[in-house]
Structure formats: C-alpha cells, structure tokens
C-alpha cells in the first residue's frame, strides 16, 4: 500500500527530554513536511524538504528540528528548547511544486508533556 | 489579515441536509485549492482538488471556486452521520509550490 506512516501514534516526554517523530512515505514524493495542529489554530508548518540533504524553516521553527538523509523518511526531532510541545503533529508528502500538487497527510503523532 | 479566512463553526445540520462550508482569501495569485476532510484525531485526507474558477463535482461533494469574489466553498448534498468531521481548505500559489495555506477548519455534525 503507498502512503505515508508516522510512529508512534502517541508519545509522552518528560520535561526537558528531547524526542524523534518518525515520518515515512513510499509515494516517490521529493517534499515532505512537517506541521504542529493546536485546536482552534489549524495547521503551523514547522519545516518542509524539497529534496535530500535539504530544508528549509517554516513559520514556528524554534525548538526543532529535522533530517532528511532519505527521500522517504523526514525525521522530526522535538527538543527541550521547545516551550510548549504538547500537540499533534503530522507529516505530509507531495510532489514539490507544479500544477498537481497537493498534499498527502499521515495519520499523525499526539505528543504529550508530562 | 490571515491569509486563509475560515468560520470554525461548530457546524450542526441533521441528515440528508445540504451543508456549505466556506473560506475567504486574500492572496490573487491562489490559483490551486483543496479541501480535506479530518476525523478525529485522524491526519486530513484529501477531499477535492480544484484549480481556477468553477465548478467540481465528485459524488456528494461539489467544489466551488470563485476567484473574483477570492471565496471558495464545498458543498455536500445528502449529508450522511459519517460526514461528521473536521473540513480544512487549503490553497497555493503557482510560484509558491511548496508553502500551502491552510484554514483553521470547520467542524460539522451530522444529526440522525
């Protein structure tokens, strides 16, 4: 089946540990994202890749940050610079720009501080 | 100004009604949008996908696209209790392709 996984499904983090969100996809896509859900807020982006080795910040960038060694995997590391983690965090896949577009979301990761 | 304006509801209609949900922009150069559809504590799954102005139709579900008025709207006929979720719309620019922009959603209840 193609699609894009993350794991775990839940995670809980005591204050000032650091923790890695997985994110893998096998739909062939060259951009993957990272975005932070918050009820009421909608999605913020955190960082996006177009391409391995490569990325760039989104709009709340601070007290993460990401890998792409892999085209199909898009780690997200939580750190404890990170002042208010708690939320659900989801990983999607595209095709990097061009009339088809769109974007491909996983099932998420709710991350809970303790 | 967001750049994505969408009414949060909570939406409540019984079954078999005709739901519109809605959002606004502000961004002319939009020219692809999207519409996603969030169960609870689910990831979005895609929905429809439209460009420029008109009309899209699959199934139950009708996408509406009107770019003089920047204002885009679903529309779900026969509305069944499955259709209870979360509706995100999303939109891009043709030389932004990689920063989409996402509304806060609109959560809607279908009553038996």
């Known amino acids: 089946d193609g699609g894009i996984t993350q794991s775990p499904k839940y995670l809980f983090r005591k204050e000032g540990q650091n923790v890695t969100l997985s994110c893998e996809q096998n739909l062939n896509h060259d951009a993957m994202y990272w975005y932070r859900q918050d009820p009421g807020q909608g999605l913020r982006l955190i960082y996006y890749?177009?391409?391995?080795?490569?990325?760039q910040k989104g709009d709340i960038a601070e007290g993460y940050s990401v890998s792409r060694e892999k085209k199909e995997s898009f780690p997200l590391t939580v750190t404890s610079a990170q002042k208010n983690p708690t939320a659900f965090y989801l990983c999607?896949?595209?095709?990097?720009?061009?009339?088809?577009?769109?974007?491909?979301f996983g099932p998420g990761t709710r991350l809970t501080v303790l | 100004q967001k750049e994505v304006e969408q009414d949060p509801g909570p939406l409540s209609v019984p079954e078999g009604a005709i739901v519109s949900l809605n959002c606004t922009y502000s961004n002319s150069a939009f020219q692809y949008f999207m519409w996603y559809r969030q169960y609870s504590r689910k990831g979005p799954e895609l929905l429809m996908y439209t460009y420029s102005s008109g009309n899209k139709e699959d199934g139950r579900f009708t996408a509406q696209v009107d770019k003089s008025s920047k204002y885009i709207s679903l529309f779900i006929r026969d509305s069944q209790p499955s259709d209870s979720a979360t509706y995100l719309c999303?939109?891009?620019?043709?030389?932004?392709?990689?920063?989409?922009?996402f509304g806060t959603g609109t959560s809607l209840t279908v009553i038996p």
């Open positions: 999303a939109m891009r620019a043709w030389d932004t392709g990689n920063q989409f922009y």
């Open positions: 890749s177009q391409i391995v080795n490569d990325f």
């Open positions: 999607a896949s595209g095709l990097a720009g061009g009339p088809g577009d769109t974007q491909y």
